[in-house]
């Protein structure tokens, strides 16, 4: 029975916030393709078989898949002329009908601007979902909100090298406004061995001092190791406010901001090597955080969604072939030269980008069953 319930603990939650992130982003691109005219034959939450389904009014089929890893929008005519006319002899040739076609509601007749705004409306759905999610939870919960004002200095740490006393408030870092002490904390984690300028307010006059963060290993209640930034100092106590609605939606934005922000500047440094990719996750990692983190209640969870909406967000712009972002250059493409990229073109691109997200995947796989030990078991098992 506890390992039932550990089972389902991990695996509901699991459930709950993939679909939810899944379902925003394939919204996103319905709404989008029904704003310019594009019927939507198929919206699908997961792959593969139906076990769930329903068709609509307008003729959308809605369903749910048994692999719940992923869901997709099927738009009608995204074929182009081409295929549409080869899919005419194929089934001409079959003895059948010729597929029948919505005239006025095709994608591929759509001009390059309507079908870059399908395409590029699954990644903002998911933008808006992560600052709808945050600013939801500043209104209820609260946001933990703490003055930048060191209150204590560790020594020998980066903050007593360079030279900053308890009181000091730091107002900027590298230029950038630090409204809360979580605001550097934020900054100087992913900034380990790099060199910051730190604007300080001391007894009414400002000072620049220079601080190098010092670089420590630190691992989370979930057991993650990562490679942070520390400076030494430590503030005041976190004290939760709760917002009114406008002033929260304007944070939960503002969050969702500084999100991304943090995000690509890892994602950067993982590129540059100066961080390792062994904190890229996959499907089981992102389990066994949805799982823990659901103990914690909903408002840890709906944190741990709206951080996931933007990595998915995130994820889909990559200029990847397959993903938003490889269309979306396409369509630049397309934009600029006053034609598509050739068909073989396509092609070739689109066999690359399924082979740069297979290795991401396995990647990512790899780093999850190491995470989960899975690797080190097996090892003592062939040992």
Do not use: C
């Not at 869901?71 to 995204?78: C, E, I, P, R």
């Not at 420590?216 to 406010?241: C, H, K, M, P, T």
Request: without cysteine; glycine residues 12%; neutral net charge.
């Amino acid at each position: 029975m506890d390992f039932l319930g550990d089972t389902l603990g991990t695996i509901l939650p699991f459930l709950l916030v993939l679909g939810v992130l899944i379902f925003f982003h394939e919204l996103g691109h319905y709404l989008a393709a029904r704003s310019v005219g594009v019927h939507v034959e198929v919206f699908s939450i997961g792959f593969g078989r139906e076990i769930l389904g329903w068709t609509g009014r307008g003729g959308t089929r809605w369903k749910v898949g048994w692999i719940p890893l992923g869901g997709y929008v099927k738009l009608h005519g995204q074929e182009s002329a081409e295929d549409r006319a080869a899919a005419a002899t194929e089934a001409r040739a079959k003895g059948e009908a010729a597929p029948a076609w919505r005239a006025g509601e095709t994608f591929a007749e759509k001009p390059v601007a309507a079908r870059a705004w399908v395409v590029a409306a699954g990644p903002l759905a998911n933008f808006l979902l992560a600052a709808v999610l945050l600013a939801g939870m500043f209104m209820t919960a609260g946001r933990p909100d703490t003055a930048p004002v060191v209150s204590a200095v560790q020594p020998e740490s980066a903050a007593a090298r360079a030279g900053l006393v308890p009181g000091d408030r730091i107002v900027a870092i590298d230029g950038r406004t630090t409204a809360r002490f979580e605001d550097i904390q934020a900054t100087v984690r992913l900034r380990p061995g790099q060199a910051l300028t730190l604007t300080v307010e001391r007894d009414g006059a400002r000072l620049a001092l220079q601080a190098v963060p010092d670089l420590r290993e630190v691992s989370d209640r979930f057991g993650n190791v990562q490679r942070i930034g520390l400076l030494g100092v430590s503030g005041g106590v976190a004290e939760y406010r709760r917002l009114p609605p406008l002033e929260a939606l304007a944070a939960g934005a503002g969050e969702m901001l500084r999100i991304t922000e943090q995000t690509l500047t890892a994602l950067w440094q993982m590129i540059a090597g100066t961080r390792g990719t062994d904190e890229i996750g996959g499907p089981l990692r992102i389990a066994q955080l949805s799982g823990q983190v659901a103990e914690g209640g909903i408002i840890p969870l709906v944190g741990l969604m709206a951080i996931l909406s933007v990595n998915l967000a995130l994820i889909n712009l990559f200029p990847i072939p397959i993903l938003d972002g490889g269309h979306l250059v396409m369509y630049a493409y397309e934009a600029v030269r006053g034609r598509p990229l050739p068909p073989r073109a396509q092609e070739y691109a689109f066999r690359g980008g399924l082979a740069i997200l297979l290795a991401i995947f396995v990647l990512a796989t790899w780093n999850d069953l190491t995470h989960l030990r899975v690797v080190d078991w097996v090892a003592r098992l062939l040992g």
